[in-house]
Nanobody
Framework: QVQLVESGGGLVQPGGSLRLSCAASGSIFSINTMGWYRQAPGKERELVGK???????TYADSVKGRFSISRDNAKNTVFLEMNILKAEDTAVYYCWYSDYLGNSWGQGTQVSVSS
């Protein structure tokens, strides 16, 4: 089983930036994918972006050019750099880990974009 601990959420003004971090621990398989999902009030959880161990990334169209995912394999940590934040980015952001055994989720961190 894999445990995920997120940090870095908060309140930011439109146009601002935030950086989320997620540290994985436990039974981590060498071949895995990590990433971020988000869920806004009244909406379904959606993929923000993901990164495989080799570094290839995938992003939702709504965040392309504004968000960037990276990872530190030595520390089993994934990061989400969010720039030019918009009100519609307000959501609970969940860290996600996936390997051949299944998926694990973090507890979620709130990101609020408001003036």
């Amino acid at each position: 089983q894999v445990q995920l601990v997120e940090s870095g959420g908060g309140l930011v003004q439109p146009g601002g930036s935030l950086r989320l971090s997620c540290a994985a621990s436990g039974s981590i398989f060498s071949i895995n994918t990590m990433g971020w999902y988000r869920q806004a009030p009244g909406k379904e959880r959606e993929l923000v972006g993901k990164i495989i161990r080799g570094g290839t990334t995938t992003y939702a169209d709504s965040v392309k050019g504004r968000f960037s995912i990276s990872r530190d394999n030595a520390k089993n940590t994934v990061f989400l750099e969010m720039n030019i934040l918009k009100a519609e980015d307000t959501a609970v952001y969940y860290c996600w880990y996936s390997d051949y055994l299944g998926n694990s989720w973090g507890q979620g961190t709130q990101v609020s974009v408001s003036s």
